[in-house]
């Protein structure tokens, strides 16, 4: 399950790191996630989730996608319920606790169509964080005489060869590539993130390849004035797409709120009928549009600006 | 000063858990009740109360009417005081700055053990449930305040999966696990208080809610609960509490 040290260093200097420009469409970067590849996946929940690029993914009809994930929503549906996704470790996997529990993940996984690998939310954080640290394995201190431990086989117990305490040694997570969507960037890669973090630093740094999205595209002249904002540097980042409102209908920080009325239009939808209501979502709104700014319209732009006006006057307090 | 027709459940949850808190204290709030129970208490008793959110969130300030959906979303870094990663925040834990973890639960046992992951067998599972997200590092790390709903199939002799530790199978069985630090301290529920036996670590009754009896309670619970010597009468939610509660939560997104 751990990859070796030196094939993932090889994978990093196989690369052009030089800075140079890389923006591209949303149809380009999808094309470089192949079928099988391991796909990590930015954001937690709600917010900052890379839709426009999983939206693009689902349009390509990858395949057999393993996928990783703080805390998955109804990103997770989509790959499930499109045949994309067949494994996900995630700590948790439903649309949103004001939602009940996704019937498209019970459907597909206790069916044994999909596997669900549940880790700790901070196991999660921890693997990525070996990852990016080019270690194979960080100690906790949590999971530890958990049933959700005794899942994870991956995971190890030892005693500390210093105090003798009990540690879980949690494997080193290396995505093939990491999805992410950020406020800003230049078109290198240097990324510049608003508001929470959640796992994307090291999510990036464990990854083989970043592809960003982006709610803009800026200079490389304002990185430079602010170079302190910047936080994933841009010789991470195979390619940038810039994508308004990529996140919809979920939230971006200081962009949008999430698009509550669709999401519990969505909701209500597939946990009425997993497969058919999945279906009919996916065919309305993924395979229909001609594009990201149609799917957009098919929102409504009355609905797009309210989640707006939301997102920007959140820290008007 | 209300009776019990003048509140409903969760706002009898949220009053009572927030009472349980402590000025100066850090707590590690997961959303829905317990973020409207740290938030009445900063409010009315604890002003140096902070608050902690898993997406990544030091010290908060909740606005009436603006609660979020979740633990992760630019509603929970309203007028913060630090913003960090997830795995940076879930880290203070571990590193023992969190004085107490609250959260809500869906299936707790005699050992306080919660399950949010499976009904059933985990190979051949009735019910996929979400999954831990990070109540397995909270209650394996700090001491834990849970507020849930008491009825019988929540209230189980074992939990059909170990999702987020109580004292897993009582007495030492937690520390020797590798978890010597934190543990449950109250289970809040809609007719009382409850904590845990010093030594063999089953649940027993702290406190009942004015007008609950023993024989409900024990009704209401799937396995023999413990009956401390000085049982007491909880205080109704005062008008002060359901008011600062309802103009928290005015569209009853937690409170219903």
Known sequence: MSQSYLDLRRKLSGRDRSLHEKVVTLEEAAALVKDGESVGIGGSTLSRTPMAMIWALIRGRKKRLACSRGITS???DWLLG?????????????????????????????????????????????????????????????????????????AREMDCPFTGDKLLLVPALNPDVALIHVQRCDAYGNAQIDGLQFLDIDLAMA????????????????????PDQTKIPFFA????????????????????????????YYTSLVNKEPVKGMAEYLDRYVYGPKSWTDYLNLLGLDHLLEAARHGRSVSNA | ??????????????????????????????????????????????????????????????????????????????????VLSSTDVLLLLQRGYVDVGFMGGAQIDQHGNLNSSFIGDPAHPKTRLPGTGGGNDIASLAHMIVAMKHEKRRFVESVDFVTSPGYLSGNTTRRDSGLPAGGMYRVVTDLGIFGFDGKTRRMNVVALHAGVTRDQVQDSTGFELVFNPNIETTQHPTAAELGFLRKLDPHRLYTA
């Open chain 2, 1 to 82: 000063m209300p009776s019990a027709a003048d509140y409903t459940a969760s706002e009898l949850l949220a009053v009572m858990s927030s009472r349980l808190l402590k000025d100066g204290q850090i707590v590690f709030a997961g959303v829905g009740i317990p973020l409207l129970a740290a938030t009445l208490a900063q409010g009315l008793h604890c002003p140096g109360l902070t608050i902690l959110f898993e997406g990544g969130v030091i010290g908060p300030v909740i606005e009436p009417g603006k609660l979020p959906p979740s633990t992760n979303e630019q509603r929970c870094t309203i007028r913060a005081n630090m």
């Open chain 1, 82 to 154: 499109s045949g994309a996704c067949e494994h996900i470790q995630t700590s948790w996997f439903s649309q949103g606790i004001v939602w009940g529990i996704s019937k498209v993940m019970r459907h597909y996984v206790e069916s044994g169509k999909v596997r669900f690998d549940e880790w700790s939310h901070m196991a999660m954080g921890m693997r990525y964080r070996a990852g990016a640290m080019g270690v194979p394995f960080l100690p906790m201190r949590s999971m530890l005489g958990s049933d959700v431990m005794k899942q994870r086989p991956e």
């Open chain 1, 207 to 226: 990854a083989t390849r970043v592809i960003l999205t982006t709610e803009r595209i800026v200079s490389n002249d304002q990185i430079r004035r602010a």
């Open chain 1, 74 to 76: 109804s990103e997770g």
């Open chain 1, 237 to 264: 980042v195979e390619a940038v797409v810039e994508v308004p409102f990529g996140c919809a209908p979920h939230e971006c920080s200081g962009i949008n709120e999430p698009l509550f009325k669709h999401m519990d």
